[in-house]
């Protein structure tokens, strides 16, 4: 860490954040055209706007080196990997998935997909009763099914492998 | 994406993530499971409500439910690509219209279908007129001295339309070539509801769009309708004269809905969708429904596959020109 | 004198068995959706449609209303208990409501939400009858250059919203507006920052960055700190205001009622604006301003009111004028020629039954809504005593369910994912998120109007100032800009508290 010069670490990582997202867009928003005034191009407002936004990050930089901040905090990866690959998994699996090198993952549907985010996720907390996730991962997938398919008539597959839809 | 539907001979609920067997194929006759007919415009709009009407009654015929799936995204040109890419099986279909077959070719140069190609037509749904309207205190009082005061003052006028490769967008840049004055003033605003409410308010000068989306601001004297780009004039606004009326007899263009599946679709499952098309636009409730929304039924051959394949062709070769002259591109 | 014959036809309709049967049915369903997360009544109203065609247009056009306003009504349920805002509109009730909830105070919250909406339901109501006609012609007044200065007069308040460092809520609005440029752009039809990545042709979904932001990132640092989100079933107090709350929030209702009915009048999507703009109000107008952020049941009563009120007087453009001004009501459209009523100015003349039973519905309806919620304040408070490890991965799944159900795309359950880590990490910088959304969903109107406003100009930038309203407005936004800034020019930039 870059702990002895900074007085607010937190502010000082706040600002690289915002400097890295700035470029970053400038970079995405390079080949749009800026226009003129009286035809504003596409890329008029995100090359402007991320320049604000490189700006003010310069800006919370310099600030950071001068002025008393909080210190930057811990990030806790367990929590992060482990709520996001729910998400990501009920993604890939819920109509299925072709992945790269020809692997593809089948549409499992909600019946399925439903408990693999509880369970996943569950992982997250080091507080986690097995049994009870089960119990309420199939109580919550079969109380979801029933608002979000039935009483909602959304077109959500629930289970094609089994029910065909 | 995959689109599997898959027969387990397990009865079990499953817990685990990638169970899935390849199951006997189905033999009974189509269809004989739900079909999904994808909608590439968000629910609600003309293309969707059409989808819902039609569909509600081709479900009977066919006995098995037919589901709307709405999926906006670029134009429509996404989710109309995915169905090109489906399975040529009868359970995939798509409403589309003309923005996402016949104008899009010309408008997205990294386009992932060929419309022609890579569909199998069944028929047209609903035709939708265009009208020419200005805002009600517009200097022009019909189509002949509205051209010439386009032509007149054409770094005075602004035109509204509902977005790049919305029908008010397209037919608007075929009225503007047709005229001679493509490079006209144009606002654009995010649907149509946006850009008309500016006109009536003033704030513009004129639209082409649909004639469902216009009539009740027409009848209400809130705009001024220029022109119908039809043959002839239409019940719901007798008042309103046709553009060869208005010595512009060139633009004929109509919006239009239609049912395509992915290319190679088998002979008898097309027949069947065909018949219960037919069957629910000559059912008097139904056809009703549509009249109501100021929607033309197709005639006996523009509801049948090759009606719309000559439509087809009729509007890419229309609109094609103008529309790449126009410098308008998606991606 | 009308009026009074004519609302007596009204509730005549809507009072019927069958009418008021259909509109406890949509209030009780918008209730629903409005709480479950991703779902929105676009979604909801589009698969209702056609189970409604077996129903006079009457009595669907009562149910699908009820739906939407429900909708609004639910949307605060969320953001309060779990802080996860359902609707753009209840990003703000998430400062205060959600402080409150940790304070076990969630039964206040949600009741003054409760009441507070249905007060502005009713005078909202109350207006639509009296001056549906003339407001819609002054909203006609509002062109390109009057919407672009509201909107910029509506990041200023963002600007207001914030608790910490007015430096980062600067930074978080411009990256909220740069966000709202992703996409194809409206005039060319040119892809913007979207990496060829063909979801994000149409721009971000505001129900994917919220549900990421707000959402996941949430869970995931209430993971980390079992202490202070334990706080929130410690203990739960009383269910219901009490009168000493009461006549705190007596003002911020009436003046949330007030913004919040003239913004909703306003073509494109005003409403949004209102409980961002009585937030503002109420933190300016409090003796002690430090207490919004940290539970001020003002910041919930105010906007909550806002928020009803606008989804209420959005149905003027639609009803007098026949023209819809934001998605939901462009569905209403798409449902009422379903049911053979074309909409437009001749409404109110050809269908004076559809009309006024309409407006009578939208009473009784926000009474309906009062019904149903006071008592499930005490449910939605029982649930908060589920133990947070069996609550996260209930919130998870049915964020899941709910984004997928959007788009039907699964895409869109990952870009959440995305968002989730991307908001983590704002968490960590001590950046807040809700300047952020405001600016993204103000950024397309805001930049939409202003090209449309230049191209129609010539590209002057004289016809902002030159047009009254929008010179007013742009005035207004300066004001307030300033009165935000002195004091934090004259103070040294405080320590951010998150949470």
């Known amino acids: 860490m870059l702990r002895p010069r900074i007085a607010a670490p937190q502010d000082f990582a706040g600002g690289l954040f915002l400097i890295a997202i700035g470029l970053g867009a400038l970079w995405a928003s390079s080949g749009l055209g800026m226009g003129t005034l009286r035809a504003m191009g596409p890329g008029m407002l995100p090359k402007s706007l ?50 790269p090198f020809g692997f593809t993952l089948p549409a499992i549907g909600l019946i399925a997909a439903g408990p693999l985010v509880a369970i996943v996720s569950a992982f997250a907390s080091p507080e986690t009763k097995w049994g009870e996730v089960l119990l309420f991962a199939a109580f919550m997938t079969a109380l979801c099914a029933g608002i979000f398919k039935y009483a909602l008539g959304l077109p959500i597959p629930l289970a094609p492998w089994l029910l065909g839809y | 994406m995959t689109n599997l539907s898959r027969r387990t001979m397990l009865g079990a609920v499953a817990v685990a993530a990638s169970l899935g067997f390849a199951g006997a194929a189905q033999a009974q006759a189509y269809p004989n499971k739900p079909i999904t007919m994808f909608v590439a415009f968000a629910a609600g709009g003309p293309t969707d409500v059409i989808a819902r009407i039609v569909s509600e009654h081709m479900s009977k015929t066919l006995g098995q439910q037919i589901i709307i799936e709405n999926v906006a995204g670029a134009g429509g040109t996404t989710t109309t690509a995915r169905v090109a890419a489906a399975a040529p099986d009868g359970y995939t279909l798509i409403m589309g219209q003309m923005g996402t077959h016949a104008a899009a070719p010309a408008l997205y140069p990294n386009l992932k279908y060929n419309p022609v190609t890579d569909f199998t037509p069944i028929g047209i749904a609903g035709i939708t007129p265009i009208v020419i309207v200005t805002k009600k205190d517009f200097p022009a009082n019909n189509l002949r001295e509205f051209v010439a005061y386009l032509k007149a003052n054409p770094d005075k006028v602004n035109q509204a339309h509902a977005g790049v490769g919305s029908t008010a967008f397209t037919t608007c840049v075929l009225l503007k070539a047709q005229i001679g004055v493509p490079k006209l003033n144009a606002v654009a605003y995010r649907g149509t509801g946006p850009a008309l409410n500016d006109l009536v308010g003033g704030q513009v000068d004129f639209m082409c769009d649909q004639v469902t989306n216009l009539t009740p601001q027409i009848l209400a004297g809130n705009i001024k309708a220029m022109g119908i780009a039809t043959p002839a004039r239409l019940p719901v606004l007798p008042n309103v004269p046709t553009t060869a009326e208005g010595g512009l007899p060139e633009y004929q263009i109509s919006g239009w809905n239609g049912i395509f599946g992915p290319k190679g679709l088998p002979k008898d499952i097309q027949d069947k969708l065909v018949d219960a098309l037919n069957k629910a636009l000559e059912d008097p409730t139904t056809n009703k429904r549509l009249a109501d929304l100021g929607t033309v039924i197709p005639n006996a051959q523009e509801r049948a596959p090759a009606g719309m394949a000559a439509v087809l062709a009729r509007d890419i070769a229309l609109l094609d020109k103008p529309l790449r002259d126009s410098g308008a591109v998606g991606q | ?295 001020a049941i003002e910041g919930v009563a105010g906007p909550e009111s806002a928020n009803n009120a606008g989804a209420q007087t959005s149905f003027i453009p639609l009803l007098t004028l026949g023209i819809p001004p934001n998605a939901v009501m462009a569905l209403m459209v798409g449902a009422m020629t379903i049911h053979g ?80 880590l991307f908001g983590y990490a704002l968490i960590k910088f001590g950046f807040e998120p809700a300047p952020l959304l405001l600016g993204y969903v103000l950024g397309r109107l805001l930049e939409e109007k202003m090209r449309q406003a230049l191209i129609i100009s010539r590209g002057s930038f004289m016809t902002f100032v030159e047009r009254p309203i ?30």
């Open chain 1, 50 to 99: 991320a320049v604000m936004v490189a700006g003010l990050g310069v800006l919370l930089l310099l600030t950071s080196l001068r002025v008393e901040g909080p210190a930057l905090d811990r990030w806790s990866l367990r929590g992060l990997i482990f709520v996001l690959l729910g998400a990501c998994l009920f993604a890939l699996t819920i109509r299925g998935s072709d992945l």
């Open chain 3, 1 to 295: 004198m009308d009026l009074f014959s004519n609302l007596a036809l009204g509730f005549g309709v809507a009072l019927s068995l069958k009418n008021l049967a259909l509109c406890f049915t949509g209030c009780f369903i918008g209730t629903l959706i409005g709480v479950l997360p991703g779902v929105g009544p676009i979604a909801t109203i589009a698969m209702l449609l056609p189970i409604t065609f077996g129903i006079d247009p009457v009595g669907a056009l009562i149910m699908l209303a009820g739906i939407y306003y429900g909708a609004q009504y639910g949307g605060s349920t969320t953001a309060i208990l779990v802080n996860i805002p359902g609707e753009a509109t209840s990003v703000v009730t998430t400062l205060d409501g959600h402080q409150m909830a940790k304070q076990g105070r969630a039964g206040v919250a949600l009741g003054i939400s409760a009441i507070g909406s249905f007060i502005a339901g009713s005078v909202a109501t109350v207006l639509i009858a009296a001056l549906g006609a003339p407001l819609t012609r002054m909203a006609l007044l509002f062109g390109p250059a009057e919407y672009f200065s509201l909107m910029v007069m509506g990041l200023c308040f963002a600007v207001v919203l914030a608790r910490g460092s007015i430096l980062k809520a600067i930074a978080m609005i411009l990256l909220g507006l740069l966000f709202s440029t992703i996409g194809t752009d409206l005039e060319t039809g040119q892809e913007r920052m979207t990496f060829g990545f063909a979801p994000l042709s149409d721009g971000l979904d505001f129900a994917v960055l919220a549900m990421g932001i707000f959402g996941f990132a949430e869970v995931i640092k209430n993971l980390e700190n079992p202490e202070t989100r334990d706080v929130v079933r410690q203990k739960v107090g009383r269910l219901l205001p009490n009168l000493a709350e009461m006549k705190q929030s007596a003002m911020p209702i009436v003046r949330g009622t007030f913004l919040g009915s003239a913004l909703g009048i306003l073509p494109g999507n005003g409403a949004v604006l209102g409980p961002f703009a009585s937030y503002t109000l109420e933190k300016k107008l409090a003796k002690d301003s430090s207490r919004f952020g940290r539970g």
């Open chain 3, 341 to 420: 009523v074309i909409p437009g100015p001749q409404v109110m003349t050809k269908n004076p039954q559809l009309f006024w039973g309409m407006i009578a519905s939208m009473w009784i309806g926000n009474l309906m809504l009062l019904i149903i919620n006071l008592p499930l304040i005490g449910l939605w408070v029982k649930l908060l005593k589920v133990p947070y490890r069996l609550m996260f991965p209930a919130i998870l799944l049915f964020c899941c369910i709910g984004i997928y159900s959007i788009n039907n795309s699964p895409v869109d359950v990952a870009m959440t994912a995305f968002f989730g």
């Open chain 3, 470 to 499: 929008s010179a007013g407005l742009l005035v207004v936004a300066v004001i307030v800009l300033v009165v935000a800034l002195l004091p934090s020019i004259q103070k040294k930039r405080d320590v951010v508290f998150t949470e």
